[in-house]
C-alpha cells in the first residue's frame, strides 16, 4: 500500500523545513533506510530515510521549497500500485506553483492550509527560511541580494557574503588629515565582527527561554572511576578500534540505569502535565564550528555497552561531518554534556527545555585521595553535576539519581548485566 512520506519534526520547537536536495528522482527502488531528501532545519542540514522499501512514484514539493512538519513530500508504494487517490489528496492540498507565489514583499497567507508552502517570493526570488530569517534580523533588503541556490535561491551564505560586501563598501567617515591607509577601521575599533550564526541564534533563544523558566538546582558529586577506567582498559584489548569504548559511554549506561531506577529524572514538562518517558532516550552533546547540536541514542536501558558506544560513535561522525539523519537529533529525554576531554574539572550545563536535567561530566583525574586505612594514595576521580528542574523534581530526588549513577560506576561491571 502506498504511503506518504512527510517533513519530520526535528525538535519541539521546530514548525517546517527547507527541502534542499532530492537525492532520490522519481521512479528510483529504496530499501528502508535509504536517503531520499536533505533538508535544512535552523540547526543543520539533515538527511531524510525512507521509512520503509519499495518505490519513489512520485515527489511532491521541489527543491528549495519550504515545507511545514507533517505536510507530505513524496510517495512511497510498489512500482505497479494506483496511487491516484493519494495524489487526488495532495492535489486538493497544494495549490499550483503559481498561484501560490505573491509578488512583492509579502508571503502566503498563514491561514492556508498547503502541503508544500513555497519559499518567501520577493520580486520572484526564493529565500530560504534561515536566510529570510538572518535578512530580517540584520534589515536586509531580499531584492538586493543575489541568490545562488537552485532556482536563484538566497541562502545563508549569500546573506552572509552580502553583509561582508556591504561592510566593504560602506563609505567611510570624513577624517582630517586622511588617514594614511583609508582601508584601516577608525581609530579604537579593535574588533573583528563575525555575524552570529542560526544554529547560535537558536541556542541563544532556547538557553535563554531555560535559564529564564525553568527553576534550575545543582548537584555534584566525585565518582571513583579506578574500577571503570580499568574495565574499560580491559574491554577495549579485546575490541576492534570501530568498537572501543570511551568513558562518555560508560556515563551513558550507568545514566540510563539510574534513570530506570528515578524515572521523574527522565521526564519534561508540557503545560500543567509532567510527561514520564518510557523510553530511555539520552542525548549526547556535540561541539561542531558552528555551535552545539544533540545527537540521542535510543533505548540506552536495553542496549549493550558496546552497542551504545558503535551507535554514538556513527552519529557524532555524521553530526561533524554535516550528514546526520533525522532520527540521529529527536526524541531525547535526557541530556548528557561532558568536556572532560579538554580538561574541565567540573561544570553546571543549562537543561535542554523540556526535559527535567542534564548532566554535566568533567574530566577523569588523577589525584590525591585518602583511603579506608587514612592513608593518602593517588586515586582516579571524575565529578559529575546534575542540573535539574525545581518545577519536576527536588533535590533529595535527585541527590538520589546520582548516588545511584555513581555506584553504577564504581561497580562497573554492572555496566555489562
Given amino acids: 500500500m502506498a504511503e506518504l512520506l512527510t517533513m519530520p519534526k526535528m525538535g519541539f ?16 527502488t529504496l530499501a528502508e533506510g535509504d536517503v531520499v531528501a536533505i533538508i535544512e532545519t535552523d540547526k543543520a542540514n539533515v ?59 509579502t508571503e502566503a497567507p498563514p491561514s492556508v492550509e498547503v502541503g508544500a508552502v513555497p519559499e518567501l517570493v520577493v520580486g520572484r526570488v526564493l529565500a530560504s527560511p534561515v536566510a529570510r530569517r538572518m535578512a530580517a534580523e540584520l534589515g536586509i533588503d531580499l531584492t538586493q541580494v543575489r541568490g545562488s541556490g537552485p532556482g536563484g535561491r538566497i541562502t545563508k551564505a549569500d546573506i552572509e557574503a552580502f553583509v561582508r560586501e556591504s561592510a566593504r563598501e560602506a563609505p567611510q567617515p570624513v577624517v582630517a588629515p586622511p588617514p594614511a591607509v583609508p582601508a584601516q577601521p577608525p581609530v579604537g575599533v579593535e574588533y573583528a565582527v563575525e555575524l552570529v550564526t542560526p544554529i547560535r541564534k537558536t541556542i541563544s533563544r532556547r538557553m535563554t527561554e531555560s535559564k529564564q523558566q525553568a527553576p ?10 579506578e574500577a571503570a577506567v580499568a574495565l574499560r582498559q580491559q574491554l577495549n584489548t579485546l575490541l576492534p578500534e570501530e568498537e572501543k569504548i570511551s568513558i562518555n559511554d560508560m556515563v551513558i549506561k550507568a545514566a540510563a ?36 547540536i544533540t545527537v540521542v541514542v535510543k533505548d540506552c536501558d536495553q542496549k549493550p555497552l558496546s552497542r551504545i558506544a558503535v551507535e554514538a560513535r556513527a ?19 535526557f541530556t548528557i554534556s561532558n568536556l572532560g576531554m579538554y580538561g574541565v574539572e567540573d561544570f553546571a550545563a543549562i537543561i535542554n527545555p523540556p526535559q527535567a536535567a542534564i548532566l554535566a561530566v568533567g574530566a577523569v583525574r588523577r589525584v590525591p585521595v585518602v583511603n579506608d586505612a587514612g592513608e593518602l594514595v593517588a586515586g582516579t576521580r571524575m565529578k559529575i553535576t546534575l542540573s535539574a528542574d525545581h518545577r519536576i523534581t527536588d533535590g533529595a530526588e535527585a541527590a538520589l539519581f546520582l548516588q545511584a549513577l555513581k555506584a ?9 548485566l
Fill in 216 to 225: 534550575h538546582f545543582y548537584i555534584t558529586m566525585e565518582v571513583d572511576m
Fill in 315 to 333: 552519529m557524532i561522525t555524521r553530526a561533524r561531518e554535516g550528514r546526520m539523519q533525522a532520527d540521529d537529533i529527536v526524541g531525547s529525554t
Fill in 13 to 28: 520547537d521546530m514548525a517546517e523545513g527547507t527541502l534542499v536536495q532530492w537525492v532520490k528522482k522519481e521512479g528510483d
Fill in 408 to 416: 553504577v560506576l564504581e561497580q562497573p561491571m554492572r555496566l555489562l
Fill in 257 to 292: 540505569i539510574a534513570l530506570r531506577q528515578y524515572p521523574r529524572l527522565n521526564a519534561s514538562l508540557a503545560g500543567d502535565e509532567i510527561h514520564l518517558h518510557r523510553r530511555v532516550n539520552i542525548g549526547i552533546a556535540v561541539a561542531l564550528e558552528s555551535g552545539l
Fill in 47 to 105: 538527511e531524510v530515510t525512507s521509512f520503509r522499501s519499495g518505490v519513489l512514484r512520485k515527489i511532491l514539493v521541489q527543491s528549495g521549497t519550504v515545507v511545514p512538519v507533517g505536510k507530505p513530500i513524496a510517495i512511497i508504494g510498489s512500482a505497479d500500485e494506483d496511487i491516484q487517490s493519494l495524489l487526488q489528496v495532495q492535489e486538493g492540498m497544494v495549490p499550483a506553483r503559481g498561484e501560490a507565489e505573491v509578488i512583492g514583499e
